[in-house]
């Protein structure tokens, strides 16, 4: 009941925290707690002088307010954002103000701030932020520095505000913003402020503009050690520039003289009439590798959020680096519904299945048969599995077996937070890699140097 009370404390504060933020300059912050201070101790005026001093900042922080109401230029400001961002990648959009005004603007600063809404208790009770470690007792039993990180997660992010030193009349500038993105998905900008302080520097006035924006920012991505995973009897009959129309189709190979029973379509009528005699063009089919990339997405209640994000970024890594490749990749996952996807030539660009896993969400419930199920329904199709597991618990360690008693080779790159596991089990057609969340790069280089996996 305690800690509700004081969640409900929080907002109050933050809100707090952000009007004399955005409101007062470094300077008028320090008079505000000059006249807070001088107010305190000098109830008594008989026996202080502080009183006077409590004058003096309170007249000042007065005149201050009153000249930010007078400041009334005239401009706009728009964004120009780019389609996508990448986590942990500096990410830069500009920003053009205009200057509609007869004077020029000087000292003016932009602010523009990603939008979430405010978590609720259930939320932030569940909550665990990685900084508790470092922090005090107190703050951890408080929880408002946590709450504080878990509001700029939630947003993606925080934008540093930009000085600007000059706007000549009627003129337009740009600058640029930067600001590194938290976690994939979409980050949202709901408005974007101008402030100026008045001539006494100490409280700003400030103009929004409501613009209303988003970006979508992918998973981050990892270098990826090359597996050759091709199986005996898995290859596709296909084109390698095919379509996304189904059918049979042959390339190319050379002349060769006629034949009996050679079809009249087949004749290489230049050859024929350079030559005088009939030749015909030889071909020979098509064939296409396919892989699957499965993601497991069940979050056990004992697991944690960066498991589940480190798992997306392995996934889209192999994506992202499937780009170059004369094959076709399925990523095959369960959210609401049973998802497959393919990238290669004639289906989805790499672009379009990246975008689709900055939005992938965990689930709470067990799914692992369901995937396994839109698993064997295409296992035909493939010539060899990437899976991308949480955990190696009971579960995963069945789903694996089932896996291997299909025969179709594979690796697992299993994402655990725990400082060993159980590798004991052996299988037949699967290699097992355990990847740990703090040591994701380093666990992947090491993999360039062993053996490849091969059927």
């Not at 523009?112 to 900084?131: G, N, R, T, V, W």
């Not at 959020?305 to 990749?329: N, R, T, Y």
Request: aromatic share 12%; hydrophobic share 40%.
């Amino acid at each position: 009941m305690f800690r509700r009370l004081l969640f409900k404390n929080f907002k109050l504060f933050y809100r707090l925290n952000q009007f004399l933020k955005y409101r007062f300059t470094q300077h008028g912050l320090m008079m505000l707690i000059i006249m807070i201070t001088a107010g305190i101790f000098g109830i008594d005026t008989r026996s202080t002088l502080s009183f006077q001093l409590f004058s003096i900042a309170f007249l000042l922080l007065c005149t201050a307010f009153i000249l930010s109401l007078l400041h009334r230029k005239q401009y706009e400001i728009r964004r120009i954002l780019p389609d996508t961002g990448m986590v942990g990648e500096l990410l830069e959009y500009r920003c053009i103000i205009n200057n509609n005004s007869k004077q020029t603007i000087q000292n003016l600063i932009i602010i523009d701030e990603l939008y979430s809404e405010f978590p609720d208790f259930s939320y932030f009770a569940k909550s665990s932020d990685p900084l508790d470690k470092k922090r005090f007792r107190f703050d951890r039993i408080v929880g408002y520095p946590r709450l504080i990180n878990l509001l700029r997660y939630k947003r993606g992010g925080s934008i540093p505000s930009v000085n600007v030193d000059y706007i000549a009349s009627h003129h337009s500038i740009e600058e640029k913003i930067r600001f590194k993105p938290l976690r994939r998905g979409y980050v949202y900008l709901n408005k974007i402020m101008l402030a100026r302080s008045e001539p006494l520097g100490l409280f700003q006035s400030i103009k929004s503009f409501s613009q209303k924006d988003k970006i979508l920012i992918l998973p981050k991505l990892y270098q990826l050690p090359e597996l050759d995973m091709i199986g005996h009897r898995m290859y596709l009959s296909g084109n390698r520039q095919q379509v996304s129309k189904k059918g049979d189709t042959q390339e190319f190979v050379s002349l060769r003289e006629y034949r009996p029973g050679d079809p009249l379509r087949a004749i290489h009528w230049r050859s024929y009439a350079r030559l005088g005699k009939p030749v015909v063009k030889e071909y020979q089919d098509e064939y296409q590798v396919r892989y699957g990339l499965i993601l497991d997405t069940f979050l056990s209640p004992g697991n944690t959020i960066p498991v589940f994000e480190e798992a997306v970024s392995i996934a889209a890594s192999f994506v992202a680096s499937h780009k170059q490749q004369d094959s076709l990749l399925d990523l095959m996952f369960i959210g609401n519904r049973a998802y497959r996807y393919t990238s290669g030539k004639g289906h989805h660009q790499t672009q379009s299945i990246l975008e689709i896993l900055a939005c992938a969400e965990s689930n709470s419930e067990n799914n692992l048969s369901d995937l396994f199920a839109l698993l064997n329904s295409h296992i035909n199709e493939c010539c060899g599995l990437i899976c991308v597991l949480l955990e190696f618990d009971i579960e995963r360690q069945t789903f694996l077996k089932q896996l291997d008693q299909l025969g179709m080779p594979a690796t697992a790159f299993i994402i655990t937070d725990e400082q060993s596991a159980d590798i004991n089990i052996q299988f037949q057609h699967i290699s097992p890699v355990f990847i740990p969340t703090d040591n994701v790069q380093i666990t992947l280089d090491q993999l360039k140097q062993a053996p490849k996996v091969a059927a």
